[in-house]
């Protein structure tokens, strides 16, 4: 199975600011998910990225407040933009190995 | 699109055995999958389903009827350790816009004494 490692794990952030979460997995995968899980739902894709194109964006998310980079088949990172209180939430990104999603731990983002 | 119904909490008694339902409304459907996640943790995957019919995994199986939409999850012999929130997913078909997983808003298991 495959084994991610995200981080930071946590973090505490001012508005206005940016955070960037890393996304490090033990194997070359195709594509790589990144996941927002706010308090007391479920998870919602943010976008699939693909090494060596553009990310692909879900309905509602935006590559200007959501940039993120695929520069390898192991490694890939979400950036946060200009952050707001209403961007406090979970975010986790996801492999698919065999039809089974792989998830790393998340990183839990709270905005001051 | 995708839209996927469950109970959003349950209680359960340990040593019991509690049925999870959850139902789905798609455009294409390719797979279904449970995931147990842990308060402040990552989701972990539970079971999956494409065909009809039950899947049994040890204490926990998953029931599948594409032709009403309706699927669940069964834990028997539950411990204290099962209080989690399950969730149900969905991918859609290959090719198709839907083919990523949609997940269902979770439910809350709390397993009592």
């Known amino acids: 199975s495959a084994v991610i490692s995200q981080k930071p794990s946590r973090d505490i952030c001012q508005r206005g600011t940016s955070l960037t979460i890393q996304c490090q997995v033990d194997?070359?995968?195709?594509?790589m998910f990144w996941y927002r899980q706010q308090p007391g739902q479920s998870l919602t894709l943010i976008a699939t990225?693909?090494?060596?194109?553009?990310?692909?964006?879900e309905s509602g998310f935006v590559i200007d407040k959501f940039p993120i980079s695929r520069p390898n088949l192991t490694f890939s990172t979400l950036t946060v933009s200009n952050m707001s209180p209403e961007d406090s939430s979970i975010y986790l990104c996801?492999?698919?190995?065999?039809?089974?999603?792989?998830f790393g731990q998340g990183t839990r983002l709270t905005v001051v | 699109g995708q839209n996927i119904d469950q109970p959003t909490e349950m209680t359960a008694t340990e040593g019991a055995i509690v049925q999870i339902n959850c139902t789905y409304q798609?455009?294409?459907?390719?797979?279904l999958f449970w995931y147990q996640q842990h308060a402040g943790e990552a989701p972990t995957f539970l079971s999956y389903?494409?065909?009809?019919g039950l899947e049994e995994k040890g204490r926990f199986s998953s029931f599948l009827s594409r032709s009403k939409g309706y699927s669940y999850l069964l834990l028997k012999e539950l411990q204290m350790k099962d209080s989690a929130s399950y969730l149900c997913?969905?991918?859609?078909?290959?090719?198709?816009?839907?083919?990523?997983?949609?997940f269902g808003k979770g439910t809350k298991l709390s397993v009592i004494p």
């Open positions: 996801s492999v698919d190995e065999h039809t089974e999603a792989f």
């Open positions: 194997s070359q995968v195709t594509m």
């Open positions: 990225a693909n090494q060596g194109s553009e990310a692909t964006y």
């Open positions: 798609t455009s294409g459907f390719n797979e």
């Open positions: 389903n494409v065909l009809d």
């Open positions: 997913a969905v991918r859609g078909l290959p090719g198709a816009g839907s083919y990523q997983l949609t």
